[in-house]
């Protein structure tokens, strides 16, 4: 159907505008089948379009083993194919003792799936109550929408997950560089935290590091 | 409110670009009154653009009958009015023993209503448990989302019905041409069908088609 | 699929509980193929379920003609398998000269088909700006969401429209009643119309009537 | 988020392009953290993109008091911050004896909070019952969504009220201007409002005025 | 937050009503951080309540392996916690030659990713154009909201792939069961796949079978 | 419209069930006007049902002054009437020196208003870039859905905002207290902070308390 529409009323093109800045978008259900990008030609959308190999080194036994906890995303930036298709996948990469921090996703759940290994995992509620579990191979676990969540490999073998979410483009805020690695005062922290300003000091040296990009 | 924007801050202007491919919409709710089209002047829009006028044909008693199942469609395609509504129309006209074939709508619900002759009609749920009918003139009948449904006039009068759905761009997936006239591999639609090639084959040839534009 | 529910976790069994008044509902995506109603054995639904026969008097070209202009709605009051599919229907009926007084839906747009005979039809926008339309057999109007709107037959045959709605429960406001018919203070009124309170207590005597059971 | 966005695919450019008249948008979540202009720069945006300081006028207590109900909007059209946050405010102003006429917001409940003085407020539901309350400051009352309601000054000290919306655009329907200053046919207001010709034209006297722009 | 709901205002409790039928459910938005059985004590929720263990036996590489295509999900139906959350698993396993057959979900696109082995895939959109890929391990592929598609072992190595879905009940209609195993009028489907009544009688000896239940 | 539903069907009745557990809730468009409580009976709802008076503290000038940052929430938990509106307020008074510390709303946006004093915000996006302002009497600031944010009065004179949600439960994620006072592991708390555990359990020590309920 989406082809229909280019040859029709264009009601809704979005035009790829070279010294534009922004940009939106919605998870709402789509009225077409899919998207296709502002810059592509529907007529040209073949199997290619849907389909992303970025996962594929993720899962090549071959490769050497990861040294630090990586995460491998295919959002909507990632693979375009999902704009308007309300999922999207992360790969997860645990060596022996990684941790992935406290984080969120602003617009999303996860469903994380231990493909090998084990992880212990853990969420804090609204009413500041803990819940934690240890998986192995096999095991999934569902951290709700915009809770506090982390993962922890306690073990000596290397872990891996698949996480699923209800959205293109779930977000993340990561806490411990969200809170002591963006500048945020340091009066307003030590009030925050309950501690003095030497000890947010010392923690914002520890986190602080460029923005990404 | 449409036009107040258009002279204040367009921040969401959706630009006609010529090259370019098409894009994507919602059927969320929409934050002005209406939409107006992209190559359209909100100073300029009066009732017309409120009005369609496509089904007249079909409700003019003195044209000749139909020979075959008609359906017309008054989406946002063919009605921009339509976008951001989340409601739209089709009529369907039936001579005598003429079917609708089994098909879903991906995106909304049909209701149904009967409003010249009888028809019978059905869908399938997700448990594979049928729902029938036989449904005469002022008659409704439900398709619940995305079901699998068909109507068929059995009889020996026209029937013709309107249907409503709760999307502006419910779409249409045919079951026979969808299967048999797209070109699925002959093996896989065996396997599925729990047939053999040959009688895929026959299907095929009575389902294969021009590819719709 | 809502079978396999019932007879595993009941996790969302909405009671009917006699004594209780309450209810909500939401126009949302339900996550089953249909709803049951709570007094309803999902084993025991059948194509009756989603049929609704209440508009064959509408059709019914044998009985005498309406003295006023009159609505028949098929909403998830009327027809409670449309619980959950975001779509409703209601028919109009106009007797030469009858007007359908100034309105507005909270919850949909609607969709007006004339299916017999012409309508004179308009709505204002949130800037002020009336649209207008004379409309004639087979052609379809557009209200868009929340508008105030009317429909008028100015001539001397009946006439009948199908209005479809993209929700179960669009809802009606009436605004000559809810505005001169439900007590509001003659003062407000006055200085909002600003007009005197004798005007204001001469249209309250011609709309003030018993509350709608 | 968004910034990441510009440099990579920028699959919904909104071009701000001059002689385009529409627009559309929608109350969706979106997929970024927030909504950059059109016009804009994602790297030049700060915390002023995030202020709003029109109400300063209204809270500056050595300013000479209103001499008319005055309503100052914070919308996504006069703080576009606000595009895709689902969330908006007005304040009200109201000197001894003012109203707020009947209206209704097409896309939104209202959450009103008296912040000095003392209002009447009412408003009434589909089934044409009138609900009322005599607020003091710090009360709140809610306007549900889309139901046609006013506030009313009725005290000799002026009185202030913030409104809050769960929509960034949630539209204003004023009942008075769009029912008897747009223009409707009298005949059809007087059939509406059970009354005569002469009176709809006086009232019109009163209510008509130049078209908003 | 879940926990302070039950003590205060129980204002949506759903009781666990034995004679009931059932009931419905929505894929919106939560307004808790997760929602407890009806049949479940707040307090007693542990990490346990979010763990799905019902995919070991999958990963278990010990295990005999599978002799036809097997699906096990993972919905609200099998894993509570779901609820609310909009998203759920399915784990695909498919032994060499085996096919998943044609099919849709009514309430979610699927995002397929290979996890071992090698698999083609396919789907149609609503122009009838067919897309198809082969995918090795680690390739992810998505099938469109609502889409009729399929996969293919055509290897001679058994396949597993993991499906994440935007929704809790995506849903599956399973087309050669849905049209040839329910009882769907010979005529209708004879008429709809433009063959004669013996081919259609051939194909439903094949593929009727025992109602799920 | 909410009273014609008890005496009809009740399919959504939501029983009042004591030794139940719970539920759950959505913020998705309602079907009625309004929802009445369980244990609520409709044809007794007054104005009183819309009106919340918990605020009138606040903003009694002649109280004493609160000495700690002290939140009044007006959420669907205390102003039941809020229910599927999609809006909700809370007031935040601030002494000279006090902080609301880092944290987020997992269900909305917040749009706060200095109603009187001077406040310093401050959120970071999921890029980790900070914005902050300093704000006066009359000044809004919006903070995005999600985003980690905080609020400090860092003058010599009290401070008042009102803070409005489009949501009518966003909730609360405090960072202090979620991550360093729910007992997460010494070692998973060292790593993702990159400090050494006695740094860890310092700020623990400052930050545990008794679980709220």
């Given amino acids: 159907m989406a082809l229909s529409y280019s040859s029709s009323l264009v009601f809704l093109v979005l035009a790829l505008s070279a010294p534009l800045g922004l940009v939106m978008a919605g998870d709402p259900d789509i009225l077409t089948d899919y998207v296709v990008p502002a810059n592509g030609n529907p007529s040209n959308i073949t199997g290619d379009f849907f389909t992303f190999t970025g996962f594929r080194k993720v899962f090549n036994t071959s490769a050497p083993a990861a040294q630090n906890f990586t995460v ?24 022996p003792g990684s941790v992935n921090p406290p984080h969120t996703h602003p617009r999303s759940a996860e469903l ?12 804090v509620d609204t009413t500041n109550k803990l819940y934690t579990q240890d998986l192995t191979t096999g095991d999934m676990f569902v951290f709700p929408k915009g809770m506090v969540h982390f993962q922890f490999n306690k073990g000596t073998q290397p872990a891996m997950a698949v996480s699923a979410f209800g959205s ?4 993340v805020v990561s806490i411990p560089v969200t809170v002591f690695g963006t500048g945020i005062d340091d009066a307003v922290l030590a009030k925050s935290f309950k501690t003095d300003v030497p000890t947010i000091q010392k923690l914002k040296a520890g986190l602080t590091q460029p923005k990404k990009t």
Wanted: charged share 5%.
């Fill in 72 to 95: 491998t995303k295919a959002t909507m930036a990632e693979f375009p194919a999902l704009i308007g298709q309300s999922v999207s996948y992360a790969t997860l990469v645990f060596p």
């Fill in 168 to 171: 293109a483009a779930a977000g």
């Fill in 112 to 123: 994380l799936l231990v493909v090998n290994g084990a992880l212990s995992v853990g969420f």
